[in-house]
């Protein structure tokens, strides 16, 4: 499997976890916010787009410089850690849901929490502007991204941050597919020839 199919790969993942991403905000608006249902997408989405942002990156490493990179690696620790935490939300809405209306959360969550929201939120911010500085993908869903951090503070927004982190995450997975089949065809093409 060559780096061109990797990528592709992670593109669809990326597609995959934004779509899950997005999908826990009519999950929270039906069963409400830490439902086993909204907490169950929200895991499914922070692991695929964990793996995404690896193919997002990789299909335009050269473009992005030290901007991207910094919001990358920074994505890249923030998401993991994200993940474990609402893994760990899901497994006490499922068998503890007592602990989640605590007011002081269990110390790991405490911990955690204020570096990954640092991290991610940060990291989104800079995705965004690397992409608008870059031009490696569309400006809509740049901007989406970088004002997804922002839009988490805004009341009667709140609620629909996630699709402003979501939608970004599956434009960009069809753009970097669309591109990485434009390389596999341009490969062909310059095999035949030399085979030829």
């Given amino acids: 499997m060559n780096l061109n199919k990797v990528i592709r790969?992670?593109?669809?993942?990326s597609i995959i976890g934004g779509f899950f991403r997005a999908l826990?905000?009519?999950?929270?608006l039906v069963w409400g916010m830490n439902s086993p249902q909204e907490l169950t997408a929200g895991v499914?989405?922070?692991?695929?787009?964990?793996?995404?942002?690896?193919?997002l990156y990789f299909s335009a490493q050269k473009?992005?410089?030290k901007l991207g990179f910094t919001g990358f690696i920074l994505y890249a620790i923030g998401n993991f850690i994200?993940?474990?935490m609402v893994f760990t939300s899901l497994v006490f809405a499922v068998y503890d849901p007592k602990v989640l209306q605590m007011d002081m959360p269990p110390l790991p969550i405490l911990v955690a929490s204020p570096f990954m929201m640092v991290t991610v939120m940060l990291s989104m911010i800079l995705l965004g502007i690397a992409v608008l500085k870059t031009k490696v993908f569309s400006t809509v869903p740049a901007i989406l991204l970088a004002l997804a951090p922002i839009l988490n503070f805004i009341p009667f927004v709140t609620d629909f941050s996630?699709?402003?982190w979501g939608v970004p995450f599956m434009w960009f997975g069809v753009e970097v597919l669309k591109?990485?089949?434009g390389r596999e065809v341009v490969e062909n093409l310059s095999s035949e020839n030399r085979n030829l």
């Fill in 63 to 65: 473009e992005f410089g």
């Fill in 44 to 55: 499914l989405g922070t692991l695929f787009m964990g793996l995404g942002i690896f193919g």
């Fill in 24 to 28: 826990m905000c009519p999950l929270a």
């Fill in 82 to 84: 994200l993940m474990g």
């Fill in 179 to 181: 591109k990485s089949r």
């Fill in 9 to 13: 790969l992670l593109a669809i993942f």
């Fill in 162 to 164: 996630v699709l402003a």
